[in-house]
């Protein structure tokens, strides 16, 4: 999954996004305005009061997520059912603690038994479906990224000139795109570069209430939020529903490990409850799907299982029973991989994708500028005599292209090597010929081997594209 990028990074996705101003649905008053039973708002203030003993309103607040109006209506309630009782009163209306009666005790014993979702009260699919519309990544008003937003987020990478181009046309046009390359071009470091990429803030509900059932949406290692300079919101905080959390787009990341169950809701016996698929959790940003090829599922499988929801803009997910229920499919998919696309996709599905982007190797002036870059940010002084080393001499002997992952990967080796003599790191030619060697199987100290030969690729009845040596 996604990780979090650094801090500059993020100052570039609040500057793309400065004109763009987030409507959050507005704090309900009554447990009417939820669009939830009161049942199940009981049912969550019982949960939430079962282990804590004497719970202080407000406290009781923050965990339901709910208003002070909404939560004396249903306390009302229980205490006329004698489910709880005031424990405290103090001098203002907010100073009250409450706590579960033997009765209320046994209550939320039973609900936890069928469910231990304890958190925000979920929002209705319906509210759902319709916020996900209103921040559609494929409104038109919305700000697109600029030739000089992509420069500046590619300007460590050294990127073509002309790669800019095709990644800016296909974030204007929010359609699919494929990154393909050798491995080590910086394919996957692109791809999470693109999530910065993206305009404005978007509202994730904690949880949806799908017909009975709770779905947990909101991960906090995806939905991250934003810097405080960027939310800029259309009404003052506290009028907010604040079962919605805001966040920056998400760009959620599958790799290797996608299957076909991860693509559906998947349902918690333990917890009782449901948890959201990647492509749901990634809904008004961006789904990456690394390493295309190399999943648990056939290549074939995985787009056709996309390919629908895509155009259509829903997807159609199991529940138990053989329920189906209908949800927003709002994203920009992007794929990545090292495999010959023409081997690993037929026609219909290269048609589905809508941008084909090479990453290929850098210009000898690009490579020179990166690894120069990459020096200064490891506090390295750089030696040019040493660099043309690395560029005439090791890149052509061995066969190795100037990947974009090279330089990085032989100064980290060279600070090893330096750390464990307990010296400061220098750029020397042997230094970089020990950390060279150390990269690549098949090398010996002094000399540099040539590359193997390139290993053929066959894809095998319909399975996932497989590398095989003939």
Known sequence: MIEAESSSATQLSAAVADESVLRMPPQPKCIRDTGLERAL????????????????????????????????????????????????????????????????????????????????????????????????????????????????????????????????????????????????????????????????????????????DIVQLYDPVLHLAPPPQQVRLAEERRSIDNRWAICQRPLVQCGADLSADMLDLRYDEAGGMYHAPAHMTANNGILLIDDLGRQRMPTADLLNRLSAPLDSGTDHLAMAGGRKVSVPFDLTLVLATNLAPQLLLDDASMRRIGYKIPIGPLSRENYRNLFRRRCRSAGIDCDEAVLEHVIARLHPASGRALLASYPGELLSRLADFAGFAGVAPRLTIAAVDKAWVSMFAGCTTGAVAPAQPPVPFFAVSGDPLLERIS
């Open 41 to 212: 708002i009981v049912e969550l203030v019982a949960k939430a009061m079962y282990a804590g003993g004497k719970v202080h309103l407000p406290i009781l607040t923050a965990k339901i997520r709910l208003s002070i109006n909404t939560l004396r209506e249903v306390l009302g309630f229980m205490l006329a059912e004698q489910l709880v009782e005031v424990a405290f009163r103090g001098d203002s209306d907010l100073d009250v603690y409450y706590q579960l009666t033997a009765n209320g005790n046994l209550r939320a014993g039973e609900f936890l038994a069928r469910s231990r979702y304890v958190g925000a009260a979920p929002v209705t699919l319906q509210a759902y479906r319709d916020m996900v519309a209103r921040q559609s990544i494929r409104q038109h008003q919305l700000p697109r990224a600029s030739a000089a937003d992509l420069a500046t987020a590619f300007a460590e990478d050294s990127l073509d000139a002309n790669v800019q181009e095709m990644i800016g046309a296909a974030l204007q046009s929010s359609r699919s795109l494929l990154l393909h390359g050798p491995s080590g071009s910086g394919k996957t470091t692109l791809a999470r570069k693109l999530g910065l990429l993206q305009p404005g803030i978007v509202a994730i509900p904690y949880a949806i209430l799908i017909e009975q």
